[in-house]
């Protein structure tokens, strides 16, 4: 449950038997943290995905991979991302990770009064 207290310009979290008081700022800055860090999930899965769909998880491609020297990968790994900017994926994730800051930014709080 989040509280506003009129006097004080305070919000107050009760997360079981832990109460948080923090101010409006605070909050926002906290709920901007919160929707990045769920950003920072799907993209992670975005990719993973994208690189399966392609065929880079397949078995016989990671044990091929795995004999590979470091700078071997590193090369092979900038050469996946190259691509993935000529396709457009790298721009479709910059759009939706833009969209999502803006939602964060947007956002506000259904606040209740005591």
Request: aromatic content about 10%; hydrophobic content about 40%; some cysteine.
């Amino acid at each position: 449950m989040i509280y506003l207290s009129a006097i004080e310009f305070t919000t107050r979290f009760v997360i079981g038997t832990t109460s948080l008081i923090v101010n409006r700022f605070c909050m926002r800055n906290a709920q901007m943290a919160h929707t990045l860090n769920h950003w920072r999930y799907h993209l992670n899965e975005r990719v993973v995905d994208h690189l399966a769909l392609e065929g880079y998880c397949a078995p016989h491609k990671i044990v091929e991979r795995d004999n590979w020297s470091i700078r071997k990968r590193r090369d092979y790994a900038n050469k996946v991302v190259d691509e993935m900017e000529e396709r457009g994926e790298i721009r479709r994730l910059h759009r939706d990770y833009r969209t999502q800051i803006d939602y964060a930014l947007e956002a506000k709080v259904e606040l209740a009064f005591d």
